[in-house]
């Protein structure tokens, strides 16, 4: 069964640096997404991406975010200056419209984000 | 704006005895329906979603659920639950417009007991 793959599994920084979120999504999927999820709390929409650009995104997504999907296949995640509060597991997940045959919004495993 | 509210952060069960798992929603526009399960250290896994048509639903694991559009209710729902199904469950919703962002519930952490 196809899968969402999410490099690295665990990222460790240090504040004020940047890093670079990274997922594979599922080849047949036109919509991709990011979550995430602060340890005991909810899973949190960040942003939605559809036809290379951004199709929503939340309060969260600010300007120290953002998303780009540089070639095929891959679809990263940018935080340009991490803060401590930025400590999460980020999800990616990607989908087609509901309601279509291969709908449904597939989840990767995650990278949690550390920083110190 | 959507909301989901999960009532119950914890539930604890015996084996082999039914369980019901609470989610209730509020939306300003109609809304899909779904739920995750999320075990240790893993990602979310598509339990089961409501998008049309028959209000019960069934999904993996031998999950059910029901849609109540009267009292915005989407309770999850299992006859004998086994010692694997002890994870944490999301109830989510989706407008039925745009990008089908998913907004979730708190959670409900599913413990049992042997």
């Known amino acids: 069964e196809p899968e969402v793959t999410q490099t690295p599994s665990h990222q460790v920084t240090q504040m004020g640096q940047e890093v670079i979120l990274r997922c594979v999504p599922i080849?047949?999927?036109?919509?991709f997404y990011w979550y995430r999820q602060i340890l005991g709390q909810k899973v949190e929409f960040l942003v939605s991406f559809y036809n290379n650009e951004i199709s929503e995104k939340s309060e969260i997504f600010d300007d120290q975010f953002s998303v780009e999907r540089p070639d095929g296949s891959n679809f990263t995640l940018k935080i340009r200056s991490t803060k401590l509060e930025d400590s999460a597991m980020y999800f990616c997940?990607?989908?087609?419209?509901?309601?279509?045959?291969?709908?449904?919004?597939?989840f990767g495993p995650g990278t949690r984000l550390t920083v110190l | 704006a959507q909301s989901v509210t999960q009532l119950d952060s914890q539930v604890p069960v015996f084996e082999e005895a039914p369980v019901e798992l609470r989610c209730n929603y509020s939306?300003?526009?109609?809304?899909?329906l779904f739920w995750y399960v999320q075990y240790p250290n893993q990602g979310l896994q598509l339990l089961l979603k409501?998008?049309?048509?028959?209000?019960l639903v069934k999904g993996i694991n031998g999950f059910e659920a029901e849609f109540n559009k009267s009292q915005t209710s989407f309770h999850l729902r299992k006859p004998s639950v086994h010692i694997s199904d002890t994870a944490e469950y999301f109830c989510?919703?989706?407008?039925?417009?745009?990008?089908?962002?998913?907004?979730f519930g708190t959670g409900t952490r599913l413990t049992v007991i042997p």
């Open positions: 989510a919703v989706s407008p039925q417009t745009g990008a089908n962002n998913l907004f």
């Open positions: 997940a990607s989908g087609n419209p509901l309601g279509s045959s291969t709908d449904t919004q597939y």
């Open positions: 080849s047949n999927h036109l919509y």
């Open positions: 939306s300003s526009v109609s809304v899909y």
């Open positions: 409501y998008l049309s048509g028959s209000t």
